[in-house]
């Protein structure tokens, strides 16, 4: 894949995270911070990173799993400096069971693992139709 196509790959990745994370947390919650639009597009980069090494190659459930724990990892260091270091209270669930510092929790990292199936398959289809044009 060319220079360009590889960029302009990212940037659609990216933009998609961002705008997706952000309106799912608009649907769970109700609200939204400019930084989880930076967290989501980041996450979603890595989606597209290991949809390219793994689909197809790994069983999905690995790729889901390798993918789950990098966005818990992502959403915690996230969280220890948005939160807990610069105190923008983005979010807290102290109040959650199995939670690590209050930034994440065994729930949520559920949540984000049933969420990586239809979103590994997805940056999968977008990178193949990407690599067409």
Not at 35 to 42: E, H, K, P, V
Not at 47 to 73: H, K, V
Request: net charge positive.
């Amino acid at each position: 894949m060319c220079v360009i196509k590889k960029g302009a790959y990212s940037l659609i990745l990216f933009l998609f995270g961002g705008i997706g994370y952000s309106f799912i947390e608009v649907l769970w919650r109700g609200f939204t911070h400019w930084s989880m639009f930076l967290l989501g597009g980041f996450c979603y980069l890595l989606m597209g990173i290991l949809a390219e090494q793994c689909c197809g190659r790994l069983p999905l459930w690995f790729c889901c799993f390798f993918a789950t724990l990098s966005i818990t990892f992502l959403e915690f260091i996230t969280g220890c400096v948005v939160n807990l270091g610069l105190g923008w209270d983005v979010w807290n669930y102290a109040d959650q069971p199995l939670n690590l510092m209050g930034q994440v929790c065994l729930g949520f990292t559920s949540l984000w693992f049933l969420l990586s199936i239809p979103v590994s398959e997805l940056a999968f289809w977008m990178r193949k139709k990407l690599n067409r044009l």
